[in-house]
Structure formats: C-alpha cells, structure tokens
C-alpha cells in the first residue's frame, strides 16, 4: 500500500511512495505526530538525479526488516532538496559539521523538535569500509534516545548552539578594490595549470569562480584572469562533461582532468555555463564558445522543456539503473552503426579506442575543439545523436525550480546578445514573462516551485533575487518598462521578507526551522545574497535611485568578511563587486 509520499509533485518523493517505510512529507502532521508520540525523527533528504541516493533507497528503503526498524522505532521524513533548500542547509550544516564533510543522500536523526542528534550520508546494508549498516545506526539512535534521553537532549541542544553560532552574520566591512586584488591572487593560485579549473578530483564547473575572473579581468585587465577562465572553459568543451553528442554539462567528473562525468545533467549548471561563455565570447570571441552556447541551448529545449515552454530541473545520471549507460559508447557499438570512415573520425578527434576510457566503454571528448575538420566531426556527432536517441534515456525530474529557471532566462539573454541572435535572447525574455506571470503570488512573494499547490506558501530568497535579476535583463533587453517595474516590485518585496541591515536570510522570519538559515558561501550556484546585489546594482544603473547602490554595499559589505576567509566561497559577490566599483 502506498505510504503519504503517493499525493507529492517531487518525482523524488513519488519514487520513496511505494517503500514499506511509512514516509511523511516534510510538514506539521509530521511533526506533531513525532511530538504526541515521543519518537524521534529519520529525516532523509536527497533528490532525482542522486546516484548513491538511488542505492540507498534499493539497498534499504525497500528492505521489509528495514522498513519495520524505522516504522516501530521513528517518524520517517523524506525531502526533497531542491524543493526545500533551506531544510537542506540546516541540517547539511550539521552534518558536516559532526563529520567533516557531507553529500547526498542525507541521513539525519532529530528530536521531535527538529534538532538534529547524529548524521552522516550514505550507510551501506552491511557494514564495510569503516561504515557501519543502517541497521546498526538505527539500533544505535533508537537505543540513545530510548535508554538515554537525557544525553540525546543535551548532544542536539550542544549541536544547536554550534549552529547557532554558525549561522551568526558577520560584521559588515565595505568592500574595496585591495579585496578584489588579493582575492583574485588567492583563486589564480589555486588554478590547475595542467587541465584547467580548480583543484583536483572531483572536479566541478564552479560558475561562480568562473564569472569573478572574467569580472576582474574586466574590472582590473589583469590577462592572467582572462586566461584562467578560458583555460577552464576550454578543458570542460573538450572533455567528457561536456555531451559532445548532445550538448550541455554534467554536474561534475569523477576524476580531475574532465574526463569521466557523473552522468547527472542539471537546469542550473547548464543555465550558469551559458551566462559564463558568453561573458567570455564578449572578451575573446571564437566558435568554440558560440557552438557550446548553441548546442547547451539545444540541448535545454530538447531534453530539459516543459510543455509550458519553462525548464525541468535534471536529468538523472542513471538509465534503467545503470549509470551512464545512455551516453557512453563500446568500440564495437560504433562500429555495428558508422561506416569505417566514420568510425576513424571518431577515433582520431572524439577520443575513441577499442579498449574505452571508461570501464570498457568511451566517453566522447574532443580533444582538438573544432579547429580540425569541424564540418566532418559535426556530422558524426549528429549521427550519433540520433542513434542515442533510439536508446532508453535518463529519468527527467520535472519539478520547475523558480530560481534556476530565472538562472536560465539569463544564460540565454546573455548568449543571444553574445551571438547577435535575437530568437535565442527573445527565448531568455519569454521565459522570464512567462515566469513573471506564474511565479509571483498574490501578496508580492515568488513562489519555488511552478504547478505544486503543496508548497505554495514556501518563500525563498533564492528564488526572488534570481527573477529580479532576470526582469532587469529582460528590461534592458527591450526597453519594456513593465519589465522594469516587475523587477523592482519583487526585489523590494525581498528585501523586506528576507533581508535585514543586508544580511540575506534564505527565509522569512516565521520559519518552521530551528534556526533562521542564511546561504553562507557559493554552492554550485550564487548565494542568494549575490544574486540580490547584482539585480540591485542592474537598477542602480537603470533608474539612477540610490538607494539599489546602498542595498547592494550593504549587502555586499557582509560578504566581505565571506570572501576575506575563503575568496572560493564568495565567486559571485567579487563579481557583484567588480560591477559596483567598475565604474
């Protein structure tokens, strides 16, 4: 029999409907229920696209003794991260706070009144590689909060603090260009001269580093930044997370030279991928950047588009349960469908071989970009598409997230001026009316999710310092003065729910949280602090009112001490600072 997950919109939460575990949305019954009962709470957070949450939910969540561990002992609570980003920070905080690090799928265990207990990430059935089974973790848990209550109290109170203090906003200091200097020596240092990017393995986009260095480089001239990002974009266009065949990144790779993706595709990374090669094909245009932006594009409408004409949010990186399977290619697979000629194609400039780079299949790159017989590799690559297409393809999780679908009206506004093509810029403004007619509620706010009466009421920053931008743009585009004033109304509006002395708090006051969670640092994606600062800033310009300039310093004076820290943390508000002393 279905459990509560069977009524949700989340593809997620419908997946986790048909587990024996007796599932409850994130929500009030659920916690009264754990309330009246005195039970504690198993909250699970993952999302569609998540590999090792899609093991752990075969591995355990439709295990019979499992389920009945978590039944008799707990109140089971499944979420969604991208529908609930601000549930997702709390207790992720926590979690890497307790472990050191963390990820997905997100194991947390919590008092009745939410306070978090112990947590961690994955646990495997059996015990292995130092971890132990969730069976033993549940035997644990519901023996601590059985037999010593009293120790379990004190660790969430103690956890709580911690968080407490964690969450405190740090003191504003104005931001200056000697800011912007050491922070772009700090992230040049850190670049990876050999295969470009930051860091080693696993290796991620990082749009918000990106878009700094190209900033500054527009800000200070220094040719180092330029550089910098170019190199990086170029590695990702020829390696293995960029889809030669079909367009688009995936989330990121496994190993440090952008080889081998996890397979995942998601709105956000594709959205800010566009908005970062045309910024850098408006510095140093070439037709590598211009057929990335053409073919991400094609890939958004082809596989990511909603009837509605707005974008789901991922592809998973599983197909029929085996990761990557849509996308990879055995030698002898080539060979049955391309004439000899082709195959050699393949072979010389899409990095082919008979043994495979991957697990005895390839993974596409193109080594050379199209500096080499682009017209000949073209043509193969569109044969190859359509003979994937023939192939089962990945699950599409078809939430519609407010905020990264204003993410991608930028990135296309931002190609098609970039490309001088008026069809794909008149794409990124439709897509932003479209989401000015749905998103925007009746009291001012900007609803998360489009087409989910279950989360009307939620209210994120996110969500209306994105749109806010996107209408700026969208206005500057056309000249429509409605444009105009709907960016203005919402970044008022925003700034009166979410902000306080330009501290950015990712939710209202009246949040059912312990604590009231502010984004503290770039994720894959632009805090939505840095997103407000910049919406400010685009009608500081616009309309000449001072007083967006001051929302912006003051919003950005309390990234300075972000960026002081750790410059990686705070890609997009050097940016946003770059623009507010660039002139």
């Known amino acids: 029999m279905p459990n509560l997950l069977v009524a949700e919109t989340s593809p997620y939460l419908r997946l986790h409907a048909d587990d ?71 207790y992720m905080a926590y979690v890497v706070a307790a472990n050191g690090h963390g990820g997905w799928p997100m194991t947390v265990f919590l008092t009745p009144q939410l306070l978090p207990v112990f947590g961690g990430t994955y646990f495997p059935p059996e015990s292995a590689h130092n971890m132990p089974s969730f069976l033993d973790v549940l035997d644990e848990v519901s023996g601590a909060f059985g037999n010593r209550p009293h120790v379990a109290d004190a660790t969430a109170e103690s956890a709580m603090e911690y968080l407490r203090v964690m969450f405190e906003p740090p003191l504003a200091q104005m931001p200056g260009a000697a800011l912007l200097h050491r922070s772009a020596d700090e992230i040049l240092g850190a670049v990876d001269r050999v295969h470009g990017g930051f860091g080693g393995a696993p290796k991620f ?28 974009l170029r590695a990702m266009l020829r390696g293995g997370i960029f889809d030669q065949v079909g367009g688009g990144i995936a989330r990121y790779t496994v190993d440090d030279n952008w080889l081998v993706p996890h397979f995942e595709k998601m709105l956000y990374d594709n959205a800010q991928l566009l908005t970062s090669l045309a910024a850098l094909h408006t510095e140093r245009p070439h037709e590598e950047w211009a057929h990335a932006m053409r073919a991400t594009a094609d890939f958004l409408e082809r596989d990511l588009t909603s009837p ?102 930028r990135g296309l506004m931002a190609a098609g001026a970039a490309l001088d093509d008026a069809a794909l810029a008149e794409r990124g403004v439709a897509l932003t009316r479209h989401l000015l007619e749905q998103a ?36 500057e585009a056309t000249g429509d003065t409605g444009l105009l004033a709907s960016a203005i109304r919402i970044l008022d509006h925003a700034e009166n729910l979410f902000a306080e002395d330009g501290v950015w708090f990712m939710t209202p006051a009246d949040t059912e949280l312990p604590l009231r969670p502010r984004e503290q640092h770039d994720s894959p994606t632009s805090t939505d602090a840095s997103l407000a600062a910049l919406a400010a800033l685009r009608l500081w310009r616009v309309t000449e009112e001072l007083r967006f300039r001051a929302l912006a310093e003051d919003t950005l004076s309390r990234m300075v001490p972000i960026a002081e820290h750790s410059p990686f943390a705070a890609g997009t508000a050097l940016a946003a600072t770059c623009e507010l002393l660039g002139e």
């Not at 093991?55 to 978590?70: I, K, N, Q």
């Open 20 to 90: 024996p575990v007796d599932w409850h949305p994130w929500g009030q019954e659920a916690f009264d229920l754990a309330r009246d009962t005195g039970r504690p709470i198993f909250l699970s957070i993952g999302y569609a696209s998540c590999h090792w949450c899609h093991v752990m939910h075969r591995e355990s969540f439709r295990d019979p003794a499992t389920a009945e561990a978590l039944n008799d002992g707990f109140v089971s609570i499944k979420v969604d991260r991208e529908s609930r980003p601000d549930v997702d920070e709390v």
């Open 205 to 232: 986009p990082q749009a918000p580093m990106t878009d700094f260095l190209l900033a500054y480089y527009r800000f200070a001239g220094d040719d180092r930044a330029l550089e910098a990002a170019e190199a990086q």
């Open 308 to 409: 509605g004409g707005t974008f789901y949010s991922s592809l998973s990186a599983d197909t029929l349960g085996d990761e990557g399977a849509t996308y990879v290619w055995t030698y002898d697979e080539l060979a049955e469908f391309l004439p000899p000629a082709d195959v050699a194609i393949a072979e010389d400039y899409l990095g082919v071989t008979l043994d495979g780079n991957w697990e005895g299949c390839n993974v596409l790159t193109r080594c050379a970009g199209r500096a080499e017989d682009a017209e000949a590799v073209d043509r193969v690559l569109a044969e190859l598409l359509a003979e994937r297409l023939q192939r089962p393809q990945p699950e599409v999780d078809t939430k519609v997230l407010v905020s990264w679908n204003a993410l991608a009206a």
């Open 440 to 475: 925007v509620a009746a009291d001012g706010g900007v609803v998360h999710l489009l087409g989910d009466e279950a989360s009307a009421g939620v209210r994120l920053a996110e969500d209306a310092a994105a749109l806010a931008l996107a209408a700026v743009l969208a206005h």
